[in-house]
């Protein structure tokens, strides 16, 4: 059977009426996409009157939600101040999401400073469990999702992600692939798109493979990896690639379009795929 697999923007649509969550659902809809992330990447800042308004909406429409949690994250911070605050932010996403019907939220883990990856694992794994635990306490079951990232300063690899996800329960992986390319300056075809998709089925499954949560967007990138995103179009990006692998996969979840132009290229993406 067909997968299906959503298309939507990361943030409000531009053409939306207004910057509210309310108004980007709405025009979410409109433009025929299935999906939204909500953007707390400054700060988690709605109420919850809001998020149950955003809610509604978001049913009525039949437009899935998920979150993006403030930028503000690092889970191997030097001091235990930070690591503190990066973990409520991360528990106050997924409280407000829980109120959102957001069922992902969708976060950045650390850097790896001057420590190891394997101290930096062991730190990130540790913090996710108590974050887990407490989530779970309170019948919260959001997923969180780590997600790969795009600068080699980041933790985040591929191998990263899913092995996190594979150890703790309530971890699922955000496999970003413009920051996949970004980050290695490969990671660019078909053949290379269709193995990360083959190392998620292979760790976690095909469960996994049909609940796939994926960021793309045009990328500018340099020695030490991500600089800034563009729309597809002016990026090297084998968007045409990587919607070919996920239709031969048989993924199926959501794509999130990061560009520029958001919408634009979220409707391309989705009439990409629909025509291969």
């Known amino acids: 059977m067909r997968q299906q697999l959503l298309f939507g923007t990361g943030g409000v649509p531009l053409s939306a009426k207004s910057p509210t969550t309310e108004s980007g659902i709405e025009r979410i809809a409109e433009l025929g996409l299935g999906c939204m992330e909500v953007q707390f990447v400054r700060g988690v800042k709605m109420s919850e009157l809001m998020a149950q308004s955003a809610a509604d909406i978001a049913r009525s429409k039949g437009v899935k939600l998920s979150a993006h949690a403030p930028y503000f994250i690092n889970l191997n911070a030097d001091d235990t101040e930070t690591g503190a605050a990066s973990r409520h932010r991360l528990i106050q996403t997924a409280r407000i999401a829980s109120v959102l019907v957001a069922d992902t939220v969708v976060f950045h883990a650390a850097y790896y400073l001057s420590d190891t990856p394997s101290t930096v694992y062991a730190a990130v794994k540790q ?6 635990t407490l989530l779970a306490a309170e019948d919260n079951s959001v997923l969180l999702r780590p ?4 600068k080699r300063s980041q933790f985040g690899t ?3 992600i899913l092995s996190l996800s594979a150890e703790i329960e309530g971890i699922a992986p955000c ?3 413009a920051h996949l390319h970004a980050r290695t300056g490969k990671l660019n075809s078909f053949e290379e798109f269709a193995a990360v998709l083959e190392q998620v089925e292979g760790r976690l499954g095909k469960q996994a493979l049909s609940h796939m949560h994926i960021h793309v967007a045009g990328v500018q990138y340099g020695q030490y990896g991500e600089i800034r995103h563009l729309n597809l179009k002016e990026s090297d990006l084998d968007y045409v690639g990587l919607l070919r692998a996920l239709k031969e996969a048989n993924a199926g979840g959501r794509v999130i379009c990061e560009s520029r132009n958001l919408e634009s290229d979220a409707l391309l993406l989705q009439a990409t795929y629909n025509s291969l």
């Open 158 to 160: 591929v191998e990263e």
């Open 175 to 177: 496999i970003d692939f």
């Open 127 to 132: 913090a996710l469990e108590e974050t887990t």
């Open 147 to 150: 997600e790969t990232t795009g």
